[in-house]
């Protein structure tokens, strides 16, 4: 300020040269937000001269006079010189100037007037200050909405931000002093004008940063009309609600072909009012629907009325498939509806407040979390509630669901949406959103619900389900190696490699084969060579050799542990290996020459002169599922641990199906499992002689 004669700029405002004005308002826009030079600036006289600049300059003498004029706003200074001649010209400028500079300058004049705030110790001056400021004006140019919104789609970043600034300005100021009955007519006018789509292109666009406050403010004004819509109960006694559900109910064509014949027209309107299932065949649980829209009030209405009207003919398609079915079978319409409704509402934490939001935007420091705060598809609230409820419907389908059912059809739509919608992209359009709740598989939904409801205990059980977790990988393990034992004691049939000795000496080829079986009691291995493999398996008794199982030291193998990403497989044989082999070692007698002998047992601390470790016997499966269970067989009966994916596959299957049982059987709290725990089967006339055959089919 020190470096401005402001007594010589405020002169050189009123000369008669443009040239000698230009200059003055072009050093006056770089000063005047100072509110000290403001206060000198106005006691020296400059405000009318600023003021006559503004309504009869042209050219960048108007544009600089516009920018001036708006900063001085800004510092809350020069009211009193805001009067209806200075609006009227200010919107005429936003209607009819194509320049830019011109435009930003008028728009932030705007958004300050519409903005600034009135009290009641200045009735006398409250018209001259929020949307009502303005009406005189956009009567005398009507086209005043439309321009501001189609400045929206100019290239120029700075205008869009201005004109997005003085919508929400406008917004803001008929959510908050219209009456019920006028500010949901000029938020209808804006969404017929584009203004939903124009800002929805703007949140995808590249150049989020440039336009971040604006559009966050208007996300955040997008939840204060959802939440006020919610917050309005739904009435019969106010007209537009009357409206609404008639709507409705005459949209469901429920007398089609009854009034075509006029003896039964006075009758049908008579027994329109006594039908005992009026409202609940449109899917409502009673005949007072208004009660139920309780949880979503007006916007539950809204959100059902534009379905019924948008996809008349799907409603009663609908209506009619349903009216074949026993009542417990039938889709609820209307519950659905509300319901889809509430899970879109706490999605986007309509309730969250803007002070919230504006916390979030001060944090923003990446275009990663400015991705994550900003949510274009909350724009498109009617066509994910339409997406929704169809999702709703083909789940209701595809499950035969009956009317016991509602909760859990209801708690799918919620993941569907939470996965699909919470999971797209900035940058996703609408659209391909729709495709996808379309096109989502019920499979692959149910196992989100497994996943998300895994989370939800731990979150809430945290150490309790760590150690159910540990109980049933216990007792997962035990079932496993029940299994893999039955499998030896099954018995089965193994190649005979005879081309060499166990010491290498060549002896002649011949083909064999062996059959291995565990004895009943589970102590010995009982083995023979046959030549061909028979029919039925050998009898226990007629094989010749056995092996104690107490003096086994060690079973080794050329198993791989890893899978096999090239086949279904999940055992392998390890690289370079000609076949999979599984060897048996053991302690026997040192004077002993073979294996096959009766076995001492193993005595861990015997004398190693009298002792000595040697091969007891050599199995070569047919097949990696053998070699898994064989392998694993014989280690878990010595009491050591599986080794192959193959097995510890199997034991995280069946544990993890046995977490989700106990999840589903037990109930967590009753808002989130209503309902009576499921009755246990009976066992009665069951036994414990049972087999699992996991892999069958496979």
Not at 230 to 258: C, F, M, T, W
Not at 362 to 382: A, C, G, Q, V
Not at 623 to 631: Q, T
Request: proline share 3%.
């Amino acid at each position: 300020m020190e470096n401005v004669n402001v007594a010589e700029l405020v002169e050189r405002l009123g000369s008669d040269e443009d040239a000698a004005r230009k200059m003055a308002v072009f050093k006056l826009q770089g000063n005047i937000g100072d509110p000290s030079f403001a206060d000198v600036f106005i006691a020296e006289g400059g405000l009318t001269r600023l003021r006559y600049l503004t309504l009869h300059a042209t050219g960048n003498t108007l544009a600089y006079s516009l920018t001036s004029f708006a900063r001085l706003l800004e510092v809350d200074k020069g009211w009193e010189f805001v009067d209806q001649e200075l609006v009227e010209r200010i919107v005429e400028l936003i209607v009819t100037h194509p320049l830019v500079n011109i435009l930003r300058g008028a728009m932030s004049i705007l958004v300050s007037v519409v903005s600034h705030p009135y009290s009641d110790s200045h009735k006398s001056q409250a018209g001259l200050f929020g949307f009502r400021a303005l009406k005189p004006a956009i009567a005398i140019y009507p086209q005043f909405l439309e321009m501001l919104v189609s400045r929206l789609s100019s290239a120029d970043h700075a205008l869009c931000a201005n004109a997005l600034q003085l919508i929400n300005s406008l917004m803001r100021d008929s959510i908050t002093h219209d009456s019920e009955a006028e500010w949901p007519k000029f938020i209808q006018k804006l969404q017929d004008l584009g203004v939903i789509r124009a800002v929805y292109v703007l949140m995808q666009d590249s150049a989020l940063q440039d336009l971040a406050h604006p559009l966050l403010e208007f996300q955040s004004l997008t939840k204060v009309l959802l939440r006020k819509w919610r917050d309005i109960p739904v009435n019969q006694e106010k007209p537009d609600h009357r409206r609404a559900l008639k709507g409705v109910y005459l949209a469901s064509n429920s007398d089609r072909g009854n009034d075509e014949n006029p003896e039964h027209a006075d009758e049908t309107k008579r027994s329109r009012r006594h039908h005992p299932d009026k409202w609940r065949r449109l899917g409502f649980e009673t005949e007072g629907p208004t009660a139920e829209f309780y949880e979503v009030g007006y916007l539950g209405m809204m959100d059902l009325a534009d379905y019924v009207r948008s996809h008349q003919d799907e409603f009663q398609k609908m209506l009619l498939e349903q009216s074949t079915k026993p009542a417990r079978q039938r889709c609820p319409i209307a519950r659905a509806s509300l319901a889809v409704t509430a899970i879109l509402y706490e999605h986007f934490e309509v309730d969250k407040s803007e002070m919230e939001d504006a916390k979030s935007y001060l944090i923003m420091e990446s275009r990663t979390s400015m991705d994550k705060l900003f949510k274009p598809l909350l724009l498109h609230w009617t066509r994910l509630h339409v997406a929704g409820l169809q999702g709703f419907f083909r789940l209701w389908k595809a499950t035969a669901a009956e009317s016991e059912d509602l909760d859990k059809i209801i708690e799918l739509v919620r993941i569907l949406i939470e996965s699909v919608v919470g999971g797209a992209a900035r940058t996703k359009d609408v659209q391909d959103v729709e495709k996808e709740l379309a096109d989502f598989e019920y499979q692959r939904l149910r196992e989100l619900q497994m996943e998300l409801l895994e989370l939800t205990y731990e979150d809430a059980w945290g150490q309790h389900l760590r150690q159910v977790r540990e109980e049933l990988q216990h007792e997962a393990l035990q079932f496993v190696k029940e299994q893999r034992i039955r499998c030896l004691l099954q018995g089965a049939w193994f190649s005979l490699d005879a081309s060499k000795s166990e010491s290498g000496a060549t002896q002649k080829s011949r083909t064999a084969h062996q059959y291995v079986q565990l004895s009943h009691n589970r102590r010995y291995l009982h083995f023979g060579e046959f030549d061909s493999m028979a029919n039925k398996a050998p009898e226990l008794d007629s094989l010749p050799e056995k092996i104690d199982l107490s003096i086994v030291s060690s079973v080794v193998s050329n198993v791989s542990t890893a899978p096999d990403h090239s086949s279904s497989s999940t055992v392998k044989t390890a690289p370079r290996q000609p076949s999979t082999k599984i060897t048996i070692h053991g302690y026997v007698q040192s004077s002993t020459s073979t294996g096959h002998s009766k076995g001492q047992g193993h005595v861990r601390s015997g004398s190693k002169t009298t002792q000595k470790e040697a091969v007891l016997l050599a199995l070569r499966p047919s097949s990696h599922s053998i070699a898994s269970e064989w392998l694993d067989g014989l280690l878990m009966l010595l009491n050591q641990q599986p080794i192959t994916a193959e097995t510890t596959k199997l034991i995280d299957l069946v544990s993890n199906y046995g977490l989700k049982i106990r999840l589903l059987n037990v109930r967590f709290d009753d808002a989130t499992f209503a309902g009576e725990a499921p009755r246990e089967p009976s066992r009665q006339g069951l036994d414990e002689d049972y087999y699992y055959d996991v892999f069958g089919g496979a």
